[in-house]
């Protein structure tokens, strides 16, 4: 027995070093600008690990140069996204901003380019100011107040010497226009005072005469003004109809004779619609293509309109002859997300930005005449490989009104088997829709714990028509909260799903479908994680900026009505929190100006009483949703934790 006392000390010893070095494994510090409540320690070597699916970046389009052929682009080699430019297709990206805030929107001056206009805020806060760059010299002028307003919609005059924009300055609340000569800042001055925050610029006439204006008042509903730009009269484009009509943008045509819109006037979407301004006769230009059409843009010569529709997610662009108004699809692009279109002062070459589920987004130009692709842009993966990365597939379940909703499904590696557990992730908006695009972070999910990514475009949705888009207004809500019980019952049914392992996510409104989802089918789910997300409509309206509160209440309801009020009242995810007995995460930014952070301390702390597993992750220096590298790596490096701990069966992770 003597004889074995060293032996015995030994191993005692080796086992108390292993313990003593468990404990003190090394973990990642937390960053000043976070606030974390709940959330264990993140292991030092997990950042390396996923690192790979943390280095993708994507580059978009902000501007052609007006006399060269070279662009602006909007791209990230720091820790957030500045202007470049650069001079000739999969040229160098050349930086030519450096801020610590994400800068967007340039654009350069359309006759010369010897500046651009930018607008950038401060923290997320959403409080854009506009500032002139001057490519002589790197000097930066701020053009706006500097406080406390919302400013952008920068358009341009067509002899360059103006800006157009609209400015939330003068009470906070409604968005006002202005113009201003940059390189003359003191001539700011005031063209409308308006009522509502949802006043924009659209385009000016030919003579510089006029402004082209929309007035959004919801996804359904919005009027064209055209505006004298020197004495702010206004007069409506279109008269007021019995039914209500959206507007999307608009443009005059090259001879300012008549107006380009897109519009759902006696349509179930979006078409192409031609105006002629002297007899008000109006001739839709698409109707023949039963879906929506995004966006357009009209040549500098006013001889080709090209216009983006939204066929089931899916972007096709097209080219349209303005004499004939016949239009042909532009072959031989990859099948993603496409937009921002912008045609060259050369009326040959349109710029656009596209990604796919296998790019996270570049920038192209196609030749008008020959049809010639040109990639401008090659963004970096980050070590991932674009092969490897799946393609999703397009699903349909029933509503539980029997309605068919469809949403994508991301299947992960083949070498994956058995049922497997699933993510459902659930859009903004809500008039968002979840499109055929680039996961990013989230591949890693698919490949490396093998989990299967499914994202529901629910009703209300936009991309299906104007009917579908008003199926969850005001009272209806709830309905599209029972479109995820019935995509629950659909994962049920499929044999390769883990219908006992289901997350479910999303950011926004899609954070409040989240929180939805979670205290109505909590039973069914297990766990949730919910970004910026609403968790009481009523506080919710309450807290909002101003310049958005209108304009949400159509979409949502009105507070102010008891009826509505107590219908948010019974169907507030925190007032039932208390059926949430499943691990919740929560992500706020301290400046968000849409969905406050208290919407998500509150439900914190009410779901803290449930004594269930509650994460809280904020950020001091961001808004909506996180836009620097930094924080979205932390972001993600706890939901990986998360989703190991929480989600997956028990000895997989």
């Given at each position: 027995?003597?004889?074995?006392?060293?032996?015995?000390?030994?191993?005692?010893?080796?086992?108390?070093?292993?313990?003593?070095?468990?404990?003190?494994?090394?973990?990642?510090?937390?960053?000043?600008?976070?606030?974390?409540?709940?959330?264990?320690?993140?292991?030092?070597?997990?950042?390396?690990?996923?690192?790979?699916?943390?280095?993708?970046?994507?580059?978009?389009?902000?501007?052609?140069?007006?006399?060269?052929?070279?662009?602006?682009?909007?791209?990230?080699?720091?820790?957030?996204?500045?202007?470049?430019?650069?001079?000739?297709?999969?040229?160098?990206?050349?930086?030519?901003?450096?801020?610590?805030?994400?800068?967007?929107?340039?654009?350069?001056?359309?006759k010369t380019g010897r500046y651009f206009v930018f607008g950038k805020d401060v923290g997320g806060n959403e409080f854009v100011q506009l500032y002139r760059y001057d490519l002589g010299d790197g000097r930066v002028t701020l053009l706006t107040d500097g406080g406390r307003s919302q400013n952008g919609g920068?358009?341009?005059?067509?002899?360059?010497?103006?800006?157009?924009?609209?400015?939330?300055?003068?009470?906070?609340?409604?968005?006002?226009?202005?113009?201003?000569?940059?390189?003359?800042?003191?001539?700011?001055?005031?063209?409308?005072?308006?009522?509502?925050?949802?006043?924009?610029v659209l385009d000016w006439s030919p003579d510089d005469r006029q402004l082209l204006v929309i007035q959004y008042l919801s996804v359904n509903q919005s009027y064209l003004w055209l505006v004298d730009a020197a004495t702010g009269a206004k007069t409506a484009l279109v008269p007021p109809d019995a039914d209500?009509?959206?507007?999307?943008?608009?443009?005059?045509?090259?001879?300012?004779?008549?107006?380009?819109?897109?519009?759902?006037?006696?349509?179930?979407?979006?078409?192409?619609?031609?105006?002629?301004?002297?007899?008000?006769?109006?001739?839709?230009?698409?109707?023949?293509?039963?879906?929506?059409?995004?966006?357009?843009?009209?040549?500098?010569?006013?001889?080709?309109?090209?216009?983006?529709?939204?066929?089931?997610?899916?972007?096709?662009?097209?080219?349209?002859?303005?004499?004939?108004?016949?239009?042909?699809?532009?072959?031989?692009?990859?099948?993603?997300?496409?937009?921002?279109?912008?045609?060259?002062?050369?009326?040959?070459?349109?710029?656009?930005?596209?990604?796919?589920?296998?790019?996270?987004?570049?920038?192209?130009?196609?030749?008008?005449?020959?049809?010639?692709?040109?990639?401008?842009?090659?963004?970096?993966?980050?070590?991932?490989?674009?092969?490897?990365?799946?393609?999703?597939?397009?699903?349909?379940?029933?509503?539980?009104?029997?309605?068919?909703?469809?949403?994508?499904?991301?299947?992960?590696?083949?070498?994956?088997?058995?049922?497997?557990?699933?993510?459902?992730?659930?859009?903004?908006?809500?008039?968002?829709?979840?499109?055929?695009?680039?996961?990013?972070?989230?591949?890693?999910?698919?490949?490396?714990?093998?989990?299967?990514?499914?994202?529901?475009?629910?009703?209300?949705?936009?991309?299906?028509?104007?009917?579908?888009?008003?199926?969850?207004?005001?009272?209806?809500?709830?309905?599209?909260?029972?479109?995820?019980?019935?995509?629950?019952?659909?994962?049920?049914?499929?044999?390769?799903?883990?219908?006992?392992?289901?997350?479910?996510?999303?950011?926004?409104?899609?954070?409040?479908?989240?929180?939805?989802?979670?205290?109505?089918?909590?039973?069914?789910?297990?766990?949730?994680?919910?970004?910026?997300?609403?968790?009481?409509?009523?506080?919710?309206?309450?807290?909002?900026?101003?310049?958005?509160?209108?304009?949400?209440?159509?979409?949502?309801?009105?507070?102010?009505?008891?009826?509505?009020?107590?219908?948010?009242?019974?169907?507030?995810?925190?007032?039932?929190?208390?059926?949430?007995?499943?691990?919740?995460?929560?992500?706020?930014?301290?400046?968000?100006?849409?969905?406050?952070?208290?919407?998500?301390?509150?439900?914190?702390?009410?779901?803290?009483?449930?004594?269930?597993?509650?994460?809280?992750?904020?950020?001091?220096?961001?808004?909506?949703?996180?836009?620097?590298?930094?924080?979205?790596?932390?972001?993600?490096?706890?939901?990986?934790?998360?989703?190991?701990?929480?989600?997956?069966?028990?000895?997989?992770?």
């Amino acid at each position: 027995m003597i004889g074995n006392r060293p032996c015995r000390l030994f191993v005692w010893l080796l086992l108390m070093a292993g313990a003593v070095h468990a404990q003190q494994a090394p973990t990642l510090a937390v960053p000043d600008n976070l606030v974390i409540d709940g959330i264990p320690a993140i292991p030092a070597g997990l950042p390396a690990d996923v690192r790979r699916y943390t280095e993708a970046r994507a580059a978009t389009l902000s501007d052609w140069h007006p006399t060269r052929r070279e662009m602006l682009i909007s791209t990230r080699f720091g820790n957030t996204a500045q202007v470049h430019v650069v001079r000739m297709p999969r040229g160098a990206r050349t930086q030519l901003t450096f801020f610590d805030e994400p800068v967007g929107g340039a654009s350069y001056q359309p006759k010369t380019g010897r500046y651009f206009v930018f607008g950038k805020d401060v923290g997320g806060n959403e409080f854009v100011q506009l500032y002139r760059y001057d490519l002589g010299d790197g000097r930066v002028t701020l053009l706006t107040d500097g406080g406390r307003s919302q400013n952008g919609g920068v358009t341009w005059n067509r002899a360059g010497d103006r800006i157009a924009y609209g400015s939330t300055r003068r009470n906070g609340a409604d968005r006002d226009l202005y113009v201003v000569d940059p390189v003359n800042p003191s001539s700011d001055h005031r063209v409308l005072e308006v009522t509502g925050g949802g006043w924009s610029v659209l385009d000016w006439s030919p003579d510089d005469r006029q402004l082209l204006v929309i007035q959004y008042l919801s996804v359904n509903q919005s009027y064209l003004w055209l505006v004298d730009a020197a004495t702010g009269a206004k007069t409506a484009l279109v008269p007021p109809d019995a039914d209500t009509v959206a507007y999307g943008g608009a443009e005059f045509a090259a001879d300012g004779r008549g107006v380009y819109f897109t519009s759902d006037k006696g349509a179930e979407f979006q078409q192409l619609t031609y105006l002629d301004l002297a007899s008000k006769a109006r001739t839709p230009l698409t109707a023949t293509i039963p879906w929506d059409v995004d966006e357009f843009d009209v040549s500098p010569d006013g001889r080709q309109v090209a216009f983006v529709t939204n066929e089931a997610g899916i972007a096709k662009l097209y080219l349209l002859d303005a004499a004939t108004r016949r239009y042909r699809l532009v072959p031989g692009l990859p099948v993603g997300v496409l937009g921002g279109l912008r045609w060259h002062h050369n009326g040959r070459d349109l710029g656009f930005t596209l990604g796919t589920p296998r790019f996270p987004g570049d920038v192209y130009s196609i030749d008008a005449r020959t049809g010639a692709l040109t990639r401008w842009t090659e963004s970096e993966l980050g070590g991932l490989v674009a092969a490897e990365l799946p393609e999703p597939a397009l699903i349909r379940w029933a509503g539980a009104d029997g309605r068919d909703i469809t949403g994508f499904l991301y299947r992960p590696s083949a070498r994956f088997t058995g049922p497997r557990p699933v993510i459902i992730s659930i859009h903004g908006g809500p008039e968002g829709q979840s499109r055929p695009g680039f996961l990013g972070r989230d591949n890693f999910f698919l490949s490396e714990l093998g989990a299967v990514v499914i994202q529901p475009n629910v009703r209300g949705s936009t991309g299906y028509g104007k009917t579908f888009v008003k199926l969850d207004n005001g009272l209806k809500r709830m309905d599209a909260v029972a479109d995820i019980g019935a995509l629950l019952d659909w994962i049920g049914r499929q044999p390769d799903l883990d219908a006992a392992h289901v997350m479910v996510t999303g950011g926004s409104y899609g954070g409040f479908m989240t929180l939805a989802v979670a205290t109505t089918y909590n039973d069914r789910i297990t766990c949730a994680l919910d970004v910026v997300g609403i968790s009481n409509f009523n506080t919710f309206l309450k807290n909002t900026e101003s310049y958005r509160r209108d304009l949400r209440r159509v979409e949502y309801g009105d507070e102010r009505d008891s009826s509505m009020a107590a219908f948010f009242e019974r169907t507030a995810p925190l007032n039932n929190a208390g059926r949430i007995t499943k691990p919740l995460f929560v992500v706020a930014g301290l400046n968000d100006p849409r969905v406050p952070h208290t919407e998500a301390e509150q439900m914190i702390a009410r779901v803290k009483q449930n004594g269930s597993p509650v994460w809280f992750l904020m950020a001091n220096d961001e808004g909506h949703g996180f836009r620097k590298k930094g924080n979205r790596d932390y972001q993600f490096y706890t939901t990986v934790l998360f989703v190991r701990r929480f989600l997956l069966p028990a000895g997989t992770s």
